[in-house]
């Protein structure tokens, strides 16, 4: 049995078996309050946003306008995108071990990895900028093993240009290349050339629209990113335990644990002058070891921000673990399975708890911690607003419109009730609705209000109204016997701004 070919079938499989399987559940349930924040944004297209560059939302809309403002349309973008990683998963496995079985178990693992494989149901900006970041390194590696042609560095400026276009993180391409370059001899002759220094450029014009919209709005995305959410920062004992809770339930303990030693024995092997490992290293250890730093110094990390250099690991875990397997004698080899074996099943049964709990609640989350439960009961909500919005519209002849304290709240309105009722988000925090928002044109005008159990403050505290409050409807949502979400919908009239400013 030749079974090269038999696990390059596998991986086929594979990629098909995990796309349809996101194809069949990703339209049963609403938008994620980020999808619905960023299908927000397709439907006022820009050169970029406020809290990132423009990619998602340009894709968002491709494929809405081609099938309609669904959640099957808004995601179906991450299912592509998800097979064209699995490709170059593979394709960076053949090129660097020639084995299809690192191709196969890359494929696996990096489908089973909570922050790959649950983050797959939605469509957000890491995913197409995840797709250049691999595509840069299988061609870096190519041009670099193979002394390729020169151009070949305007696709890789292009490559991270894009990148940039869907998160900011692509711009970590730029310091992996150099120390790739500068650690390996055979590399160093591309310093004396121009065309590494003109991918830069060619990278500078691909991510243009985005200093150009940042210009005509005073920088406030790089303002946001590189100080305002930072003015708190410092390195805590909180802020460290964050990091390491986070990235055990993004990664899986025994996961992070594999991929964390194949880094380490990636690196020593890269400086033992294997140039496949210096190609995964570089583009591995220093976007983890960044993200480390960062996450432990601000107190506003996310736990997915350095999973770019998990990519990689990825091909480096499986590839040393196989490499293992076939040296190792019986005895040892079969603890190296077994310890794979048991990874893999902890992550096979994280993936069927989540997906389970998607549609059938059996986890012990606390309703308003339960990150499922903003899936669920906007279509309802959705309906109750355009009926309010239908009848204050036909009784007061003043404008009406449908206002939130959160752009959660006012992103999910707008999709709800498919863009039929206009929605403002008025608060003190910036956000994307600060662009759109004119507070002095809402003014006099009366308001249909919404909170829910996350963001529950009574409006009559939050703004002014020159009449009083009224709570017109309270809108339960259940699942699994118990009530896991509630929407109030309020109503004021002569809407006059936030409480918070000086009275005019």
Request: glycine content about 8%; aromatic content about 16%.
């Amino acid at each position: 049995m030749n079974y090269d070919n038999y696990y390059r079938r596998l991986c086929a499989l594979a990629i098909l078996g995990f796309s349809l399987f996101r194809l069949s559940v990703m339209g049963r349930t609403g938008l994620g309050d980020s999808e619905s924040y960023y299908w927000a944004w397709s439907q006022r297209l820009d050169w970029s946003y406020y809290d990132h560059p423009p990619v998602v939302a340009w894709l968002i809309r491709i494929f809405t306008d081609i099938g309609g403002d669904t959640s099957f349309m808004v995601r179906m973008p991450s299912v592509l995108l998800f097979i064209l990683i699995g490709w170059l998963l593979y394709r960076l496995a053949m090129d660097m071990f020639d084995d299809a079985r690192v191709a196969f178990y890359s494929i696996v693992t990096f489908n089973l990895i909570p922050v790959f494989g649950i983050a797959a149901l939605q469509m957000v900006p890491d995913i197409p900028s995840a797709a250049c970041y691999l595509a840069y390194i299988l061609i870096i590696h190519r041009l670099l093993t193979q002394n390729g042609p020169a151009w070949v560095w305007y696709i890789l400026g292009g490559l991270i240009g894009l990148g940039m276009l869907g998160k900011y993180f692509a711009v970590l391409l730029v310091p992996s290349t150099i120390i790739l370059v500068a650690s390996v001899p055979e590399y160093r002759h591309w310093f004396k050339k121009p065309q590494p220094y003109l991918m830069g450029v060619t990278a500078i014009a691909m991510f243009f629209p985005v200093l150009i919209w940042n210009f005509d709005h005073n920088w406030p995305s790089f303002r946001f990113h590189l100080v305002e959410r930072h003015s708190g920062a410092g390195f805590t004992l909180q802020n460290i335990g964050q990091l390491a809770g986070g990235q055990i339930l993004y990664m899986t303990p025994l996961y992070l644990g594999g991929l964390l030693w194949g880094v380490w024995a990636g690196t020593r092997r890269a400086f033992a002058g294997d140039r496949r490992y210096a190609t995964l290293a570089a583009f591995s250890a220093p976007t983890l070891v960044f993200f480390y730093i960062v996450c432990a110094w601000t107190n506003e990390s996310e736990p997915h921000w350095p999973a770019f250099g998990y990519l990689s690991a990825i091909v480096m875990m499986i590839a040393l673990g196989i490499e293992r397997w076939d040296s190792y004698s019986y005895k040892r080899a079969r603890r190296l399975r077994n310890g794979f074996i048991l990874a893999t099943a902890m992550a096979i049964a994280g993936f069927a708890a989540f997906y389970t709990h998607l549609f059938h609640p059996i986890l012990p989350i606390k309703p308003k911690y339960d990150l499922v439960n903003e899936l669920y009961g906007w279509d309802k909500v959705g309906q109750e607003i355009e009926n309010v919005y239908k009848e204050l519209s036909l009784s007061r002849p003043e404008p009406v419109f449908a206002l939130a304290h959160h752009w959660v709240l006012c992103s999910q309105m707008m999709f709800a009730t498919g863009g039929g009722v206009p929605v403002a988000c008025i608060n003190e925090r910036m956000d994307q609705f600060d662009f759109w928002d004119d507070i002095d044109n809402l003014r006099g005008k009366t308001a249909i209000i919404i909170t829910d159990l996350r963001f529950d403050e009574p409006p009559d505290q939050l703004y002014r109204f020159e009449k009083s409050v009224k709570k017109i409807k309270e809108i339960p949502i259940w699942r699994g016997g118990a009530m896991v979400r509630k929407f109030t919908i309020w109503t004021g009239e002569g809407f006059g701004g936030l409480a918070s400013e000086p009275i005019r």
